[in-house]
């Protein structure tokens, strides 16, 4: 995330710039925040040593055919930060690839986030996917409220009218559920989220057709717009003051924590829903039992539920057996969500391989707990894909029928 990495909050005038668009080739965001960004980006870099760790180790296997040329990579990825000088063809060709995982932090001997510099490099260069970037239905439009209007014009069931309307009022609530873009393909698992809350007793909030996209997909990418995403997000956190605001994708936690970062709010927690889940299954207000089925994981980079005690595998175990899988863990590799629109034929390669190994694992279901995940791999005929809040609703709605 473009704030992601700020020591302090953004000082007055950078905020009030944040109206302001910004003109090519960053495609809306503002002077002030990305020389600030700038700043910040050189001087984490100011330990790098060139060794070429980070590009070596990606998964999606950029860079080059060889380590020479992963290495040459980086040193021009930082000539072009540092020194000003022009950004490379092959580094153009590449750099749009990115994941922005962070799988190389774990390499590198500096503990740098390289991501950090492709991030401010996208968003220096006029991007060489943008017109087919900006034909993706499925993300840039959600900065232009793409999925909000198809939500608000479309036809829904009784049972989704049901759960929608109460969405549309702006009012204050403990607990802000930020669905985000993704509600137009996870819809259901984000109702039976909130029927599971309302069983809790937890009174919840969620902007409905007032929601937008939080504008980081498209921000990857480098063409995103955080100065018409950011007041929004301000605009909805004051409306609503939460406690706590639950999200289910982790492009938009990562949104929303900059932009509480921004606010210079420390009090906000912002969580994933198996942290709640777990939280009101604990506190016995909700109640789960243990289904004859089993799972393997595919770890979200997005979400550190690495640990073998995290939320999610603690939540999970409660209703299903785990299989771990070779790639689980600390041995988690992303989706390749945020690349797959600028390196489709490389993304679908590389999950070929990430399939046969959830296959491998004889499991029931490749259990997801990030929307990206689950967008990427329910795409995948021979792959049963189930989102954690389903499997957890179904584990809670057999307890309910034994209860009645």
């Known amino acids: 995330m473009i704030l992601s990495i700020f020591k302090e909050p953004l000082p ?6 944040m109206a302001m668009p910004w003109s090519q080739p960053t495609h809306g965001v503002c002077d002030s925040a990305l020389d600030h960004y700038q700043q910040s980006v ?16 990606c998964p999606f296997d950029l860079w080059g055919s060889n380590d020479e040329e992963r290495q040459q990579a980086i040193r021009d990825a930082n000539d072009f930060i540092f020194n000003r000088k022009p950004i490379t063809e092959f580094l153009k060709s590449e750099i749009f690839s990115c994941a922005e995982c962070d799988h190389c932090h774990q390499t590198c001997p500096a503990g740098i986030h390289r991501k ?32 909000f209007e198809k939500l608000t014009t479309r036809k829904w069931s009784p049972p989704e009218q049901a759960w929608y309307a109460p969405l549309n009022e702006k009012r204050q609530s403990d607990t802000l559920l930020y669905h985000g873009c993704y509600v137009a393909s996870t819809k259901n698992d984000c109702m039976k989220l909130g029927e599971m809350l309302a069983h809790a007793g937890i009174d919840h909030v969620a902007f409905g057709k007032f929601e937008y996209c939080c504008g980081q997909f498209g921000l990857y990418r480098g ?43 420390t009090t906000i927690r912002v969580l994933h829903p198996a942290e709640k889940l777990l939280e009101l299954v604990q506190q016995q207000k909700l109640r789960m039992k243990f289904l004859d089925q089993s799972v393997t994981i595919q770890d979200s980079c997005l ?7 995290s939320p999610v595998r603690n939540l999970l175990a409660r209703a299903v057996d785990l299989y771990e899988n070779k790639d689980s863990l600390q041995n988690a590799l992303c989706c390749g969500d945020v690349s797959h629109v600028a390196a489709p034929e490389k993304i679908h390669h590389y999950n070929q391989s990430r399939v046969r190994t959830f296959n491998e694992m ?16 329910s795409a995948f005929d021979e792959l049963k894909t189930r989102d954690l809040i389903d499997i957890v609703y179904q584990s809670w709605q057999e307890e309910l029928k034994e209860t009645i």
């Open 223 to 265: 063409v995103s717009d955080l100065c018409e995403t950011s007041p929004k997000l301000i605009e909805m956190v004051e409306a609503t003051q939460p406690k706590e605001i639950i999200t289910n994708c982790g492009h938009c936690r990562e949104a929303v924590e900059s932009v509480l970062k921004m606010m210079n709010n």
């Open 12 to 17: 007055s005038h950078t905020k009030k710039d």
């Open 303 to 309: 979400f550190s539920q690495k640990q073998p005690d």
């Open 362 to 377: 004889d499991a029931d279901h490749l259990a997801v707990y990030c929307a990206g995940c689950n967008d990427i791999y």
């Open 42 to 57: 050189e001087e984490e870099f100011k330990k790098c040593i060139e060794c070429g760790a980070c590009y070596i180790s």
């Open 116 to 147: 950090h510099a492709n991030m401010l490099i996208k968003l220096r260069i006029q991007p060489r996917h943008v017109d087919r970037l900006r034909a993706h239905p499925a993300r840039l439009r959600g900065t232009k409220q793409y999925f």
